[in-house]
């Protein structure tokens, strides 16, 4: 029997393990003679990096509890919040800013939200710790220009701030 804690941090690195194990498997590819092994060597490696590093990011973004109020779900390039109070739905191509919000609260309460906002002037605030929260890293990462490097400073911010992680480029007449 695996411990809950242990299978579950197991799970959340999954993805790490699994970008380090094609890298591992490509360098020693690559130390076969003969240039084509080393080729082959070479895009494992590569592709092992780029996993890992993916996951890394993901991981890094998302809350270690789901235990927040609330559920996201991503379908259809719509996100939904189901919240008690202040649910609510924007669409992915009406967005219009994305920004990571963060107090001085945490641990004891709630500390990191993100605050998604459309062209027409909705917004819909999200807690980071919300059941399917992570599934916003995968949706949001499509959109030109997200500031992923930003947004993992703010995971890791302990202070009341604001990081604007992506924002409609505005829109040219020529």
Do not use: C
Not at 83 to 112: K, M, W, Y
């Amino acid at each position: 029997m695996i411990r809950p804690e242990v299978r579950d941090m197991f799970w959340r690195y999954f993805e790490v393990l699994i970008g380090a194990a094609i890298t591992v498997m490509g360098v020693m590819i690559f130390n076969l003679h003969g240039l084509l092994w080393q080729g082959i060597g070479g895009i494992f490696a590569v592709a092992g990096l780029a996993i890992a590093w993916t996951a890394w990011r993901r991981v890094r973004l998302t809350a270690t509890t789901h235990d927040g109020p609330g559920v996201v779900e991503v379908d259809e390039r719509q996100i939904t919040y189901f919240a008690p109070l202040g649910g609510g739905a924007v669409s992915i191509n009406d967005l219009a800013r994305v920004t990571i919000l963060t107090n001085d609260q945490g641990p004891f309460a709630e500390d990191v939200h993100w605050l998604l906002e459309e062209n027409g002037g909705s917004r819909l605030l999200i807690p980071n710790s919300a059941e399917g929260a992570a599934q916003l890293f995968d949706a949001l990462s499509p959109l030109k220009g997200v500031d992923f490097e930003a947004a993992i400073r703010a995971m890791g911010s302990t202070s009341n701030d604001s990081f604007v992680i992506w924002a409609k480029e505005p829109a040219r007449l020529h």
